[in-house]
């Protein structure tokens, strides 16, 4: 049997940045994965070039059932910290879009950036290394059943993430341990996930599949916090793109989402006023120049419109008709593609019985849940990860 100070299970950004803290202030940390590859999901992350945080992270980018949860973790260790630690590194990156901030080359860099910060911090390894269980003596400490021997420990960490994408290595681990001690989850769903629609629904917008433009796109009871200007893609199956990315996190099973494919326009006017103007167009031709051309094709075919008519032919009930609906494209999704293509898992471990300041079980002293398995969960764009370095930082810094 071996002994120490923090046993940390879950060797992915948070459970990384968490060891390699409380490695170097002094503790004894082991760090345990199943997994056969180092922090999978940090190496597909952006492309493969990691959008590692967001320079505007703060609460209002997170959804959980206590929004103020994150206040302290964030506000104690900030993008800005982060970037101070790339520097240490002589990582590279680069701000791509409203303060995402990417790898200026891989992923990789992260994942050695980490590791090193790891070494530095002395841990102890254990990896591939599968968990049979965890119990708690009458002494407090930890005993963690492993494939490679029991391991003991008077802290534990819980760091193994959240359910998305099973195939590298995602599991329900964390949330049977929470229940195993008797903390509550928030019901999890995939989070950050292309919206899906029935093949029927689905059937004249099924071509347009590749078909990218920037749209105003909402969800959620509170329309207002869920919306986002964004791009949306077609796909075979429904949308996608980081505009119904973001809105799938605020979207409820058989509620609607409301797009505006022309934001910032009132085409419903424009259609008007170029018609009373005299201009002699076809109505293809006029919306290709506002929309994707085969967008507005389809478009106009749902709509009963002939792409040939000249604006002159149409009466202005239908042009108003038109245009109102580009603003107020109302759909109901069928369902999402699920944990095999989302981001993240929405809900987790209820935050109500965890420690905001360390991440500690109010329930079980001695017991931390960090990252993605909290019920934390944060917008597109690099918010996930600086989630999982100060929650890693926080319960590092109290383990
Ligand atoms: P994470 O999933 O990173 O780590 C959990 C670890 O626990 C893994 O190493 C796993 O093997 C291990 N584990 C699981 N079960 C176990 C068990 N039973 N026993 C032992 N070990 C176990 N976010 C962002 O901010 N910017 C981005 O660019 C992206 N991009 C992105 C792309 C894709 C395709 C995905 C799927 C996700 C993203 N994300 C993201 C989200 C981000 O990857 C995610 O929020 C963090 O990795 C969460 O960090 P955690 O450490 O909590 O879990």
């Known amino acids: 049997m071996e002994s120490f100070d923090i046993a940390v299970i879950g060797a992915g950004a948070a459970g990384m940045m968490c060891a390699a803290v409380a490695g170097q202030r002094g503790a004894r940390v082991v760090l345990i994965d199943h997994a056969p590859r180092l922090a999978e999901k940090i190496r597909i992350s952006g492309g493969g070039r990691c959008n590692f945080t967001n320079l505007q992270a703060g609460p209002a980018n997170y959804l959980s059932a206590n929004p103020h949860f994150c206040r302290s973790a964030l506000a104690r260790y900030t993008p800005r910290d982060f970037l101070a630690l790339l520097k240490t590194h002589r990582i590279s990156w680069h701000e791509k879009h409203r303060g995402q901030l990417f790898c200026d080359h891989s992923s990789e860099s992260i994942i050695e950036m980490l590791k090193a910060e790891c070494d530095a911090g002395r ?7 599968d968990v049979q269980g965890v119990r708690r003596g009458e002494d407090g400490a930890f005993s963690i059943d492993t494939n490679a ?9 819980i760091a193994t993430g959240g359910l998305s994408i ?9 949330y049977r341990i929470a229940k195993q001690f008797g903390h ?9 996930v292309p919206l899906t629609f029935s093949s029927e629904q689905w059937a004249p917008f099924s071509t347009l599949a590749g078909v990218s433009l920037e749209v105003e796109v909402s969800a959620g009871p509170k329309r207002a916090q869920g919306s986002f200007v964004e791009d949306l893609l077609f796909t075979h199956r429904g949308l996608s793109g980081p505009g119904i990315l973001q809105v799938s996190s605020y979207w409820q099973s058989g509620e609607s989402i409301a797009i505006d494919l022309l934001p910032g326009r009132d085409a419903a006017a424009e259609l008007l006023e170029a018609k009373a103007s005299g201009v002699k167009r076809q109505i293809g031709n006029l919306l290709a ?4 051309a085969r967008l507005a094709q389809a478009w106009l075919q749902a709509h009963d419109v002939s792409a040939e008519a000249r604006l002159s032919d149409l009466s202005d009930k239908t042009l108003r008709r038109l245009g109102e609906a580009f603003s107020r494209w109302t759909l109901t ?4 593609e699920g944990y095999r293509k989302a981001e993240v ?6 935050t109500k019985e965890l420690s905001s300041s360390s991440m500690m079980s109010a329930r079980v002293p001695g017991l931390y849940f960090i990252g993605e398995a909290v019920d934390v969960t944060g917008w597109l764009g690099g918010y996930n990860f600086q989630w999982a370095w100060a929650s890693g930082v926080a319960a590092g810094e109290a383990a």
């Open 289 to 292: 120049q506002w929309l994707p």
């Open 166 to 174: 099973p195939k590298i290595g995602a599991t329900d681990f964390a």
């Open 184 to 192: 509550k989850l928030v019901d999890m769903r995939p989070a950050l």
């Open 149 to 157: 021997g029991e391991i003991r420990a008077r802290a534990l960490v």
């Open 123 to 129: 841990i102890a390894w254990r990896r591939p290394v």
């Open 333 to 336: 999704p069928s369902g999402t």
């Open 345 to 350: 898992t929405k809900g987790g471990v209820d």
